[in-house]
Nanobody
Framework: QVQLVESGGGLVQAGGSLRLSCAASVNIFSVSDMGWYRQAPGKQRELVATNTRGGSTNYAGSVKGRFTFSRDNAKNTMYLQMNSLKPEDTAVYYC???????????WGRGTQVTVSS
């Protein structure tokens, strides 16, 4: 069973920065698509950023220009650099690793990000 462990969340003031990390317990990053999602209280989980194993990255419009996705396949770790944080970025952030061809879709347990105004 693959485990994904997020870290880096916390409380930050508006305008601040955080860097989230997601580490996998096995070496699957090089063959996986992956992404970051978030879920705010009372809202559905939404896409923040996705990245294909081919290197294509897409961002939600609300974070474009502020958040940056990166991955280190050798370390089986993905990152989300979040700058210019806003109170509306407050949510639990989840990482996801998947390969629909190979039939796996793994989620982390989430890390809380709280942005105070």
């Amino acid at each position: 069973q693959v485990q994904l462990v997020e870290s880096g969340g916390g409380l930050v003031q508006a305008g601040g920065s955080l860097r989230l990390s997601c580490a996998a317990s096995v070496n699957i990053f090089s063959v996986s698509d992956m992404g970051w999602y978030r879920q705010a209280p009372g809202k559905q989980r939404e896409l923040v950023a996705t990245n294909t194993r081919g290197g294509s990255t897409n961002y939600a419009g609300s974070v474009k220009g502020r958040f940056t996705f990166s991955r280190d396949n050798a370390k089986n770790t993905m990152y989300l650099q979040m700058n210019s944080l806003k109170p509306e970025d407050t949510a639990v952030y989840y990482c996801n690793v998947r390969n629909t061809d190979w039939g796996y879709d793994y989620w982390g347990r989430g890390t809380q990000v709280t942005v105070s105004s």
